[in-house]
């Protein structure tokens, strides 16, 4: 039973831009934190970006800060990332997660996306 679909993903050259989107259903949305990761070959799946349910509390990674942007519209049940200025080591599978406890831990998460591959080239 797929509860979050991530959509956006591509090839892209330094530099350049990509929005990534993650549809939920309404059961795995509302009243969650949304959290965004990445995973790349060889590393620890790790948080770059939370946005809260209520208050639209967000946290960004320092490794992406001043370059991606988290946000979520509530009606159409959906978050996306906007990333810019991408760069060869933002290469990764990034998925979406949805949490009743927020925070940047993976165990925290109650419902994951499949994934969708961002590959940057040099």
């Known amino acids: 039973q797929v509860q979050l679909v991530e959509s956006g993903g591509g090839l892209v050259q330094t530099g350049g831009s990509l929005r990534l989107s993650c549809a939920a259903s309404?059961?795995?949305?509302?009243?969650?934190?949304v959290g965004w990761f990445r995973q790349s070959p060889g590393k620890e799946r790790e948080c770059v970006a939370t946005?809260?349910?209520?208050?639209?509390?967000?946290f960004i990674a320092d490794s992406v800060k001043g370059r991606f942007t988290i946000s979520r519209d509530n009606a159409k049940n959906t978050a996306y990332l906007q990333m810019n200025s991408l760069k060869p080591e933002d290469t990764a599978v990034y998925y979406c997660a949805s949490s009743r406890q927020g925070g940047t831990q993976t165990r925290r998460y109650d419902y994951w996306g499949q994934g969708t591959q961002v590959t940057v080239s040099s």
């Open positions: 946005i809260s349910w209520s208050d639209y509390y967000t």
């Open positions: 309404a059961r795995t949305f509302s009243g969650y934190t």
